[in-house]
């Protein structure tokens, strides 16, 4: 079992940054590739940005493409989510998940069965 934790969403204004962080816990060892999808009200969940276990093999969407920035320091079970330039559109709940496995897992919220409670981000314009 994995849990999930989650941190440094906040209120921004447009153009301004914020770093997300998600924290893994785990009773067993294992190796995990992980990803941020994010939800704003009244629309689905959709995918934000994916890494791999060795951070080899990375993922965007499009509407982060060049804007955000995901990494992870493995020693510390912990994924960021920089984002930079963001924009009132960026506005809503992240969500970090993980997979059982280390392989990259992309834009398929259906490969990650670990999920932390989310983290609002707000952009002001």
């Known amino acids: 079992q994995v849990q999930l934790v989650e941190s440094g969403g906040g209120l921004v204004q447009a153009g301004g940054s914020l770093r997300l962080s998600c924290t893994a816990s785990r009773r067993t060892g294992g190796t995990y590739a992980m990803a941020w999808f994010r939800q704003a009200p009244g629309k689905e969940r959709e995918f934000v940005a994916a890494?791999?276990?060795?951070?080899?093999?990375?993922g965007y969407a499009d509407s982060v493409q060049g804007r955000f920035t995901i990494s992870r320091e493995n020693a510390k079970n912990t994924v960021y989510l920089q984002m930079n330039s963001l924009k009132p559109e960026d506005t809503a709940v992240y969500y970090c998940?993980?997979?059982?496995?280390?392989?990259?897992?992309?834009?398929?919220?259906?490969?990650?069965?670990?999920w932390g409670q989310g983290t609002q981000v707000t952009v002001s314009s």
């Open positions: 998940a993980a997979r059982g496995d280390a392989y990259y897992g992309g834009s398929d919220y259906n490969l990650y069965p670990y």
């Open positions: 890494i791999s276990w060795s951070g080899g093999s990375t």
